[in-house]
């Protein structure tokens, strides 16, 4: 049996995950809040906590299953700043700081045009570009001493072999930093001023080297244990879809963000204004894709929770035509500037209040299928893909066969996969019924959102 351990650092948590490369699954699993440290200079990423709960973590799993290899994977829209000893030149801002906002139009005159990058400009630091711009201007002296500029997954690599280096769908997750068609960086490194300092990419799979002395000692790890380079934890959900099935199809990550992918879909041009954009997967290639901040969406109006709704909660919401109009999050997704609004609003904590919420997600990831042009089966990977009301409500406002991934969370099997590329089998995962009256409830919804645009 092959053990990879996946470092999982996501926007709400880190998680450490002991993978069996043969079945995929799950063999032990550690986790910690992702929790932002406020300032000076600006509010950042506890990296140091980070990397001792990842040493921790991975003495654990040795000395309790052994460990073969690590691969790290890690949220988008962030770098790493190295000084030129490989220490931090500042700390790794959180990119939902407004800090960037302030010197919005002094960065858009520098910035290449979408239709070049495939990343649509986003507010706070949700552009790479946007925050190395605004570090540099807002911190005297940084932008001379920075040696490494280096994607968030491919941080923890370094941090455990020495070695620097990149990774196209790292760097190409709506940074203005990368040309997906070109495959290579675009113009804004040169603009400012880093062209030579940013890590060179490589190959998500590519074996970096084993960990240092220092590791091996303080984890128990052998000596010679690999560490592959990683990739962009959506792109990591992708990925085990990418050996394993035909285009095309389009997969569903879900998470704090929902990213919607087409694979061998029909998509049209894409429309920066409605958080549509081009991701580079774990081969390369481009992959239109959409988003919305569904999981915090989810936080937001449920408030701490609800029971399952019931099936006669299900029916009392689609008869009523309780419905929940976007955008909880107007600042991101395919509605951005439209406040939400409720019609018929269940009360609180209820099973009917959580169906309605779960119907509203469905909804607007399936607005996200339509604006990439999915054709081809619907794949649900995380958190969503356990809820029977969003799986259901998908189905019917789709009409494509809708598929709950057969694994918890397909991030860290994706990032495993990078030891064992080539064809796989995947566990078959549950097909979704169509929700009785969905189809009838979607048409509503879509009606009422187009009549407030």
Same mark, same amino acid.
């Given at each position: $049996?092959?053990?990879?351990?996946?470092?999982?650092?996501?926007?709400?948590?880190?998680?450490?995950?002991?993978?069996?490369?043969?079945? /995929?699954?799950?063999?032990?699993?550690?986790?910690?809040?992702?929790?932002?440290?406020?300032?000076?200079?600006?509010?950042?990423?506890?990296?140091?906590? #980070?990397?001792?709960?990842?040493?921790?973590?991975?003495? !654990?799993? #040795?000395?309790?299953?052994?460990?073969?290899?690590?691969?790290?994977?890690?949220?988008?829209?962030?770098?790493?700043?190295?000084?030129?000893?490989?220490?931090?030149?500042?700390?790794?801002?959180?990119?939902? #700081?407004?800090?960037?906002?302030?010197?919005?139009?002094?960065?858009?005159?520098?910035?290449? %045009?979408?239709?070049?990058?495939?990343?649509?400009?986003?507010?706070? *630091?949700?552009?790479? *570009?946007?925050? /190395?711009?605004?570090?540099?201007?807002?911190? +005297?002296?940084?932008?001379?001493?920075?040696?490494?500029?280096? =994607?968030?997954?491919?941080?923890?690599?370094?941090?455990?072999?020495?070695? @620097?280096?990149?990774?196209?769908?790292?760097?190409?997750?709506?940074?203005?930093?990368?040309?997906?068609?070109?495959?290579?960086?675009?113009?804004? +490194?040169?603009?400012?001023?880093?062209?030579?300092?940013?890590?060179?990419?490589? =190959?998500?799979?590519?074996?970096?080297?084993?960990?240092?002395?220092?590791?091996?000692?303080?984890?128990?790890?052998?000596?010679?244990?690999?560490?592959?380079?990683?990739?962009?934890?959506?792109?990591?959900?992708?990925?085990?879809?990418?050996?394993?099935? %035909?285009?095309?199809?389009?997969?569903?990550?879900?998470?704090?963000?929902?990213?919607? $992918?087409? &694979?061998?879909?029909?998509?049209?041009?894409?429309?920066?204004?409605?958080?549509?954009?081009?991701?580079?997967? @774990?081969?390369?290639?481009?992959?239109?894709?959409?988003?919305?901040?569904?999981?915090?969406?989810?936080?937001?109006? $449920?408030? *701490?929770?609800?029971?399952?709704?019931?099936?006669?909660?299900?029916?009392?919401?689609?008869?009523?035509? @309780?419905?929940?109009? +976007?955008?909880?999050?107007?600042?991101?997704?395919?509605?951005?500037?439209?406040? @939400?609004?409720?019609?018929?609003?269940?009360?609180?904590?209820?099973?009917?209040?959580?169906?309605?919420?779960?119907?509203?997600?469905?909804? $607007?990831?399936?607005?996200?299928?339509?604006?990439?042009?999915? !054709?081809?089966? &619907?794949?649900?990977?995380?958190?969503?893909?356990?809820?029977?009301?969003?799986?259901?409500? /998908?189905?019917?406002?789709?009409?494509?066969?809708?598929?709950?991934?057969?694994?918890?969370?397909?991030?860290?099997?994706?990032?495993?996969?990078?030891?064992?590329?080539?064809?796989?089998?995947?566990?078959?995962?549950?097909?979704?019924?169509?929700?009785?009256?969905?189809?009838?409830?979607? %048409?509503?919804? !879509?009606?009422?959102?187009?009549?407030? !645009?």
């Amino acid at each position: $049996m092959t053990r990879i351990a996946v470092i999982d650092i996501g926007k709400t948590n880190a998680k450490l995950a002991l993978v069996d490369l043969d079945s /995929l699954a799950e063999i032990a699993v550690e986790t910690r809040p992702n929790t932002v440290l406020p300032g000076p200079p600006w509010p950042h990423y506890d990296l140091e906590g #980070h990397w001792q709960f990842i040493l921790n973590g991975l003495a !654990r799993f #040795h000395a309790g299953h052994g460990v073969d290899g690590i691969a790290p994977a890690a949220h988008g829209a962030s770098i790493v700043l190295l000084d030129r000893d490989g220490g931090l030149a500042a700390p790794m801002l959180d990119y939902e #700081h407004d800090g960037p906002d302030s010197v919005a139009a002094e960065y858009d005159a520098i910035r290449p %045009d979408f239709a070049q990058t495939g990343s649509p400009r986003l507010h706070m *630091g949700l552009n790479v *570009g946007a925050q /190395l711009f605004w570090q540099f201007r807002t911190l +005297p002296g940084l932008r001379e001493a920075v040696g490494t500029v280096i =994607p968030y997954p491919q941080y923890w690599a370094f941090r455990l072999t020495g070695v @620097a280096a990149g990774e196209a769908s790292s760097y190409g997750t709506h940074t203005d930093l990368w040309t997906p068609a070109a495959r290579d960086f675009s113009a804004l +490194p040169t603009r400012l001023g880093i062209a030579g300092r940013m890590a060179p990419p490589r =190959p998500p799979g590519d074996i970096l080297g084993p960990v240092l002395p220092q590791i091996a000692r303080a984890t128990g790890l052998p000596p010679d244990t690999p560490v592959v380079s990683g990739l962009h934890d959506s792109n990591a959900s992708l990925y085990p879809h990418l050996l394993a099935r %035909d285009a095309p199809f389009s997969v569903v990550s879900t998470g704090t963000w929902v990213i919607c $992918m087409a &694979v061998g879909g029909a998509a049209g041009p894409l429309d920066p204004a409605r958080d549509t954009l081009m991701n580079v997967n @774990a081969l390369g290639d481009q992959v239109p894709s959409a988003r919305f901040m569904g999981g915090r969406e989810f936080e937001t109006i $449920m408030e *701490g929770g609800a029971p399952d709704p019931s099936p006669a909660e299900i029916a009392e919401v689609l008869a009523s035509g @309780a419905m929940l109009l +976007p955008a909880v999050d107007p600042a991101n997704g395919p509605f951005q500037g439209i406040a @939400a609004e409720w019609r018929h609003e269940p009360a609180p904590a209820t099973g009917a209040r959580k169906a309605a919420m779960s119907f509203y997600l469905a909804l $607007m990831t399936a607005e996200c299928l339509g604006l990439i042009g999915h !054709r081809g089966a &619907v794949v649900v990977e995380g958190a969503f893909a356990r809820n029977r009301a969003f799986l259901g409500m /998908l189905a019917a406002a789709t009409g494509a066969r809708v598929e709950a991934s057969g694994s918890a969370t397909g991030t860290s099997a994706g990032a495993a996969l990078l030891f064992r590329p080539g064809p796989v089998t995947l566990p078959p995962g549950e097909i979704a019924a169509p929700l009785p009256g969905g189809a009838a409830y979607a %048409d509503a919804w !879509r009606q009422a959102v187009a009549n407030r !645009r």
